[in-house]
């Protein structure tokens, strides 16, 4: 590894200053555990890291009931799994939290590092983007909110600019009348990150039976997650039956542009997508109807 200036700003705004002054040669540094690989191997070789560990405004879990659920960036993998207020508002993400990664990993990886380092393999931005959630940024002269959909670009590529830090993810209050469910595969038991991962989300209309509004977001199945907006569409104002849900996860398997690796076969990911969009759309439904 190549020696490198190591920095700790205690606020936000320290940090994009200094990110600023390195002028794209400096690394946001949080957990780590995606980063320190990447140097170890001499894919990244950054002037400086600005570790933000010590920016007590990116810490913390609430919940506003405007708002919603307020994520700070620096939330580990583990505080999320085990947090009692996200299982009791967002059950789904200490549920998806439960199968990432080993206990290692959940300790020291961040909400924040999982969301900008961009890396498709991932679990969190299908969860988030299905529930409609937002990306707040801070840069050394500008703040915006964005759409967490729109942080993905290409493989490992996030709209973030070089003075930018993520700081937090805000996950609206589920509408009524709605249900999310994840489900994630992975083709091996040795082989930690999925090979797929597909979020469903439903909100039905005042009849309590036709769907009102689809989020189907595909993981792990392209350069970066996947809304599957023609199977989307295709359930608008419809009940969900068996063979309705099975056409969904067809169109939706035709929507992605997964590529043939040591996790499956183009063709196989397809099919594992295609099943288990058959298999969350039918279980948020029965869900979302009995609520
Ligand atoms: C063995 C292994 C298995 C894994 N399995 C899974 C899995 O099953 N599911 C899953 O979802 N993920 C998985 N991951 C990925 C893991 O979740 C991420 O590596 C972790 O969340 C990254 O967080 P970090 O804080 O360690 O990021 P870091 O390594 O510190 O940073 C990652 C990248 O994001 C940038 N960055 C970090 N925080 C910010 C911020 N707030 N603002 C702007 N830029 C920032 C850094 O500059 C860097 O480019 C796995 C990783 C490993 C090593």
Known sequence: MRNFDYLEPVTVAEACALLKQYAGEAKVFAGGSHL?????????????????????ELKGIK????????????????????????????????????EVANIRVRNMGTVGGNLASGEPLTDLSQIFIALDGKAKISG???????????????????????DEILTQVVVPPL??????????????SVVDKP???????LTLDSSGNAIQTARIVLGCVGATPVRARQAEASLAGKELTPQLAEETGSAASQECNPT?????????KRAIVRTLVKRAAMTAYKRATSA
């Open 140 to 162: 050394s002269n500008r703040e915006r909110i964005i759409p967490v959909e729109e942080l993905f670009i290409d493989f490992y590529t996030t709209s973030l600019a070089e």
């Open 195 to 201: 090979s797929a991962g597909v979020a469903v989300r």
């Open 63 to 98: 919940y506003d009931a405007k708002e919603g659920l307020c994520i700070g960036a620096l939330v580990t993998h583990r505080e999320l799994e085990t947090s009692a207020l996200v299982r009791e508002k967002f059950p789904v993400l200490s549920d998806a939290e439960r």
């Open 260 to 268: 043939s690796d040591l996790r499956g076969s183009e063709h196989y």
């Open 175 to 188: 509408p009524v009348r709605s249900s999310i469910e994840y489900i994630r595969f992975s083709s091996s």
């Open 36 to 56: 320190t690989i990447l140097m170890k191997q001499g894919l990244y070789q950054p002037k400086a890291l600005v570790n933000i560990k010590k920016i007590s």
